[in-house]
């Protein structure tokens, strides 16, 4: 069982996580990708979309309903030009490991901070891989320069 504190970091968790999958969807649906770029953008979209669900499972009733807006509005507003798709999304991913990371340290739950952990595992290699399309600097690829956003 989860304690208040527990609930409120997961369910912010899962709102990012919400429109981290809509930033996904978004792209692959305007169609500005082909070939090994939308496979990269569709499977990312996919693991999102998975993550998500794993955090509305441990929630239940108590899920996020809704995406955080602030994150996805300014990120679609950044991919307006499809140049800087890869940048724009390195930061969303080393965003994400920042704040996932955040929430590890602060949650309670050792199933919760496990499930948690292993978004960041993974969002930390989409970094990396993302990171390749841009440079074939290895310290872009390893270091994240984001800082997390502020969970309550």
């Known amino acids: 069982m989860l304690n208040d504190a527990d609930t409120k970091l997961l369910a912010f968790a899962q709102a990012l996580e ?7 969807a978004t792209l692959v649906e305007r169609g500005t990708k082909t070939g090994d770029e939308l496979a990269i953008l569709e ?5 999102h979309v998975a993550y998500q669900q794993s955090l509305n499972g441990v929630l239940g009733k108590k899920a996020a309903t809704t995406r955080n807006d602030e994150v996805f509005t300014k990120t679609v507003a950044a991919l307006s030009d499809p140049s800087q ?6 930061d969303l991913e080393n965003t994400a490991v920042a704040t996932h990371s955040a929430i590890v340290e602060r949650i309670e739950s050792p199933k919760a901070a496990s499930l948690i952990a292993s978004v960041v595992m993974i969002e930390a290699r989409h ?3 993302i990171s390749t399309l841009i440079s074939t600097n290895l310290g ?3 270091d994240n320069p984001a800082q ?3 969970a309550p």
């Open 43 to 47: 499977l990312m979209h996919s693991h």
């Open 140 to 142: 872009q690829a390893l």
């Open 18 to 24: 919400l429109s981290i999958r809509d930033v996904y």
């Open 127 to 129: 970094a990396a891989i």
């Open 148 to 150: 997390a956003l502020v």
């Open 85 to 90: 798709t890869w940048p724009v999304l390195l």
